[in-house]
């Protein structure tokens, strides 16, 4: 049979790939080399293909994850594996199948890290207690010091020139153009091609700026607390907004074409608004629009943002959960234990926690983090005694690698 499936012209062997899923696709590579040269075949239709079949069976927000992991400027029409793309994706549903091994990529002995990337074959990493921003290259473990300063909290990367406008980088393999660290009072942008840093001031103890792809979503003029905020979209041109009714504007999210913004006003009993709005700062329709907060769990619970309408709250043994403005609560003593940090991706969700354990949940959409059972884990990764303070995940063509800050160390977990 496998013969005469062989033999069939390119034009029929086409016509079956269409009512293919995934899965299919998959079982047909396995049956003889022709198909599997056939499938893997980068041209036009099988590239069409591949885009098809992640269209169908991935979430929109888990394929933008992986994009993003993979090729960090998609958005700039680079060539994509679409067959990549749903690879990686469907790893993820074996890995309580994979073997694990830790090994303890760095040490450190008086900082607390608060923040570890990925870009490339770096390792980005932050700390608290000297403000120290270092990049390693965990291939040839080649170390750089970035930055000092104070205190930094969290760090994100950026890309905005494309890649024939990259070649000055002053690390090799890197593959994103700015790091941007998040301090209390600032942010500072640390300059991947030149070395050169810059500072954007934030307001009181709110986040400032966000950014999507090479959109970057920001709020000045902040000389006091009643005047008009401006919102700026910096890309090709820049779009500048004032709204008098924000006593505060605060940017908490940037996603696909939308903007999270936080609007609070102080003579409403501490009680924040959110509201969802297109990148003209219109109001567009969305469940988080008009959903309120209590500004104390805003400013002084670790809160993490994903896509656009997952937010994460940690509040001691409590794990908090909001997605598209509906709201789960959790009590993590089933895990004996306090929740650290947390990171979702692409329907993985890591809860890192004070044991020096990463649990890993898996979901197949956003609104399942709403009926989760704690104690039901897809699997856990026994990392070490000190407690689970940042973690991060970068996608190869083999299995993913894991990386994992504890107070004072870095740890890489590979897969088997």
Not at 31 to 53: G, Q
Not at 88 to 109: A, E, G, H, M, Q
Not at 264 to 279: L, P, W
């Amino acid at each position: 049979m496998s013969c005469h499936l062989d033999n069939l012209p390119s034009e029929v062997k086409e016509k079956i790939m269409i009512y293919c899923d995934g899965t299919s696709l998959g079982n047909l590579i396995k049956t003889s080399k022709r198909w599997k040269e056939l499938i893997e075949t980068s041209n036009k239709f099988t590239s069409k293909k591949w885009s098809s079949v992640c269209m169908h069976e991935m979430k929109q927000d888990f394929i933008i994850d992986i994009l993003q992991n993979l090729y960090p400027k998609y958005w700039l029409d680079e060539e994509i594996s679409w067959k990549a793309v749903y690879t990686c994706w469907r790893k993820w549903n074996r890995i309580n199948y994979w073997t694990p091994t830790v090994s303890t990529f760095l040490k450190k002995t008086r900082n607390c890290v608060s923040s570890i990337k990925f870009s490339g074959n770096w390792i980005f990493i932050a700390t608290k207690n000297e403000g120290v921003l270092e990049a390693v290259n965990y291939i040839t473990r080649e170390k750089l010091l970035l930055y000092q300063c104070n205190s930094i909290e969290d760090i994100y990367m950026r890309c905005h020139i494309k890649k024939e406008e990259s070649d000055n980088l002053i690390m090799e393999n890197v593959e994103h153009d700015e790091v941007v660290m998040q301090l209390l009072h600032h942010y500072i942008f640390f300059d991947l091609h030149t070395g050169q840093t810059r500072i954007l001031p934030k307001l009181y103890k709110f986040l400032t700026l966000k950014h999507f792809e090479s959109q970057e979503v920001s709020v000045t003029n902040m000389s006091s607390p009643s005047i008009v905020r401006n919102l700026n979209v910096s890309n090709d041109k820049k779009i500048v907004v004032k709204r008098k009714e924000w006593v505060i504007s605060n940017v908490v999210q940037v996603w696909n074409g939308n903007i999270l913004l936080l609007d609070y006003n102080e003579r409403s009993d501490k009680i924040a608004t959110f509201e969802v709005t297109d990148y003209n700062f219109k109001t567009v329709d969305h469940p988080l629009t008009h959903y309120k907060v209590h500004m104390f769990e805003f400013l002084h619970y670790s809160m993490k943002n994903y896509h656009l309408g997952v937010m994460i709250i940690l509040k001691g043994a409590e794990l908090q959960i909001i997605v598209d403005g509906r709201t789960r609560k959790y009590q993590t003593f089933f895990l004996d234990c306090q929740i650290l940090c947390t990171h979702y991706y692409a329907g993985q969700l890591f809860l890192g926690s004070s044991t020096g354990i990463i649990y890993i949940y898996r979901v197949s959409c956003d609104l399942d983090l709403l009926s989760l059972n704690l104690s039901n884990y897809e699997c856990y990764l026994d990392i070490c005694s000190e407690p689970i303070l940042a973690i991060d995940v970068r996608e190869s063509i083999f299995k993913p690698i894991i990386a994992a800050g504890s107070e004072h160390n870095i740890y890489l977990i590979r897969f088997d």
